[in-house]
């Protein structure tokens, strides 16, 4: 069966005991899917796998405001309809500890900004340039994983562009996690180390 787990805008710790962490470890271990959205990345902070699963833990964010993003793979399934150059109104995250697993479809233009404090911006841009990671997905530990960092206002979830966006990660979630194995699972802590194979 198809199926997928989604954490939108969940923050800070989010599992009461290491049971629940053991159990979504072996979830996404079996083949399950899971899709992040905007301060979702700020979930877990503290939990090491948590943070390569999702690709990275939140650092920073500029104020809110206008800015444009660029779609870097336009042939991902979930690209489909997402305008090429983005510009839109949100807040535009920076990451710490990113995984080196992650493919970004989507990058904030940090050229883009205009409300910033340049030296805060540049400590937290760090080697990437103009050119940071706005959306990704990734095969992780046996799962499928998707996230956008967008998604701050709650009228984005009334704005058509903005649905799409997140139906077009959900279905490549879905379409990727099929029938789960739970002879894969193999975590007995949250702090098991990921098998990469």
């Known amino acids: 069966r198809d199926d997928a787990l989604v954490f ?10 290491d049971a629940q962490k053991v159990a979504f ?8 899917g899971f899709m992040g959205v905007h301060s979702a990345i700020g ?14 833990t939140f650092a920073w964010h500029a104020k809110y405001q ?3 993003l660029q779609v870097i793979d336009p042939k991902h399934p979930s690209m489909a309809n997402v305008p090429n150059v983005w510009e839109r109104e949100d807040e535009c995250y920076f990451s710490k500890e990113m995984y080196p697993g992650i493919k970004t479809l989507i ?3 940090v050229a883009s900004l205009k409300i910033v404090n340049d030296t805060v911006l540049t400590k937290n ?5 103009n050119n940071y ?9 046996g799962g499928n994983i998707w996230f956008t960092s967008l998604g701050h206002n709650k009228l984005d979830y009334a704005e058509p562009v903005f649905v799409n966006h997140l139906y077009e990660g959900l279905r490549w979630v879905v379409s ?3 029938h789960r194995d739970l002879s894969k699972a193999y975590a007995t802590s949250p702090a098991t180390p990921v098998r990469y194979q």
Request: hydrophobic share 30%.
């Open 25 to 32: 470890m072996r979830y996404i271990q079996s083949g399950g």
């Open 8 to 17: 939108t805008s969940t923050n800070n710790d989010v599992f009461d005991t």
């Open 43 to 56: 979930t877990e902070r503290k939990w090491d796998w948590f943070k390569k699963m999702i690709g990275g």
């Open 176 to 178: 990727q996690s099929g």
């Open 107 to 109: 990058a904030h233009d």
């Open 66 to 68: 206008k800015f444009r």
């Open 133 to 141: 990671p706005a959306v990704w997905y990734q095969q992780f530990d």
């Open 125 to 129: 841009q760090g080697s990437f340039g």
